[in-house]
């Protein structure tokens, strides 16, 4: 059974996204969303049900995407996304897109070569604690303190000397769960969500997130929602992360509660489209 948003505008979106399943895009995080959360990001994989679900809804939905801060080849190796047809990538938000097997992807900003180099001293400087490490990405660095003894008090201590380093190669700070990440600024996920909107003529538009870096996303659904596109901002929740929560119009719990939301919807799609698929 669906859920009920608690907010007029998600009920509103998810109506409409009811009424015309082939013009709804329905658009998640990967990581925290559509994968739990683990100590080693290498090591992440998609909830157990997640791409059975994707699969039901390829056919019934207009469009379904990924939109992550990873590589857009890292989520669909780790998700296994390259079994559901029709699938939309969008890595490093949005800079890099992959679809039926072919990536896009700009060539990596300088600024990240020139924070690559920086950044162990900056690291050794501002006394990291052990247990803090950094994941290259190519086109980003992402530092972690989830495995230090005091996450939270790492990452606050190394807050600024980040910021800093980032300042100086001209690239932009991402902040999330006990990470930290320097990327190339002129991106994120609310534009990424925004231009495969136009893209693709969206009537509705669902988005799930569950970190700091899907606010821009949430943000883009409330200006969707303003031109007239209806829209449904969905959290997964966790105790890590409660801020996005306020902003969400539907709360569900964790990976486990967006893949039964994912197959509630293809149950309610089908049923709207009937047997011949409209």
């Not at 669906?2 to 995080?29: F, N």
């Not at 290259?136 to 972690?144: P, R």
């Not at 769960?177 to 538009?205: T, Y």
Request: aromatic share 4%.
């Amino acid at each position: 059974m669906l859920p009920i948003p608690h907010t007029a505008a998600g009920q509103a979106g998810l109506a409409a996204m009811l009424r015309d399943p082939g013009r709804a895009l329905i658009s998640l995080d990967f990581d925290g969303t559509l994968s739990p959360i683990v100590a080693d990001p290498a090591a992440a994989r998609a909830h157990p049900g997640a791409v059975a679900a994707l699969r039901r809804l390829a056919p019934l939905a207009g469009t379904l995407a990924i939109i992550t801060g990873r590589p857009a080849p890292a989520a669909v190796e780790y998700g296994r996304f390259d079994l559901v047809p029709g699938l939309i990538v969008l890595g490093h938000y949005g800079r890099e897109r992959w679809a039926g097997g072919t990536l896009t992807a700009p060539a990596a900003a300088p600024g990240v070569a020139a924070a690559r180099r920086q950044l162990p001293g900056v690291l050794a400087a501002a006394g990291a604690p052990e247990g803090t490490w950094a994941e290259d990405k190519g086109d980003a660095l992402a530092v972690h303190t989830r495995r230090a003894a005091r996450p939270d008090e790492a990452l606050e201590l190394l807050r600024a000397p980040l910021a800093s380093l980032a300042e100086r190669a001209g690239l932009a700070v991402e902040p999330g769960r006990f990470v930290i990440e320097l990327r190339p600024a002129g991106a994120d996920k609310g534009s990424a969500l925004e231009n495969l909107a136009q893209e693709r003529a969206a009537g509705a538009v669902l988005f799930c997130g569950d970190d700091l870096g899907d606010v821009p996303a949430f943000r883009a659904v409330r200006s969707l929602r303003a031109a007239g596109i209806p829209g449904l901002a969905v959290c997964s929740g966790s105790a890590e992360v409660t801020g996005l929560a306020e902003q969400a119009d539907l709360l569900v719990d964790g990976p486990g509660g967006v893949v039964a939301l994912l197959d509630s919807l293809a149950d309610a799609f089908a049923a709207r489209l009937g047997p011949e698929g409209g």
